[in-house]
């Protein structure tokens, strides 16, 4: 079985929506200071790129 781009974007997309949870669920329950913020952040900007690799499958 041989990998085209389109399923390299979606095990991407997948792989990167995997660690943004962790990282939100490193904020939420983790830290409890400013840094559970940041790492929050940073999750949600995995959120945000993976979304971009969802949208490009199909047009690459």
């Known amino acids: 079985m ?3 781009k389109n399923t390299v974007l ?10 943004g949870l962790g990282l939100i669920a490193l904020g ?5 200071d400013v840094a559970g913020y940041g790492f929050a952040a940073v999750g949600i ?6 979304w971009v690799f969802n ?6």
């Open 10 to 19: 979606a095990w991407a997309t997948f792989i990167m929506i995997v660690v």
């Open 55 to 60: 949208a490009l499958k199909g047009r690459v």
């Open 45 to 50: 900007g995995f959120f945000a790129i993976a």
């Open 2 to 4: 041989g990998m085209n």
């Open 28 to 32: 939420a329950f983790r830290y409890d």
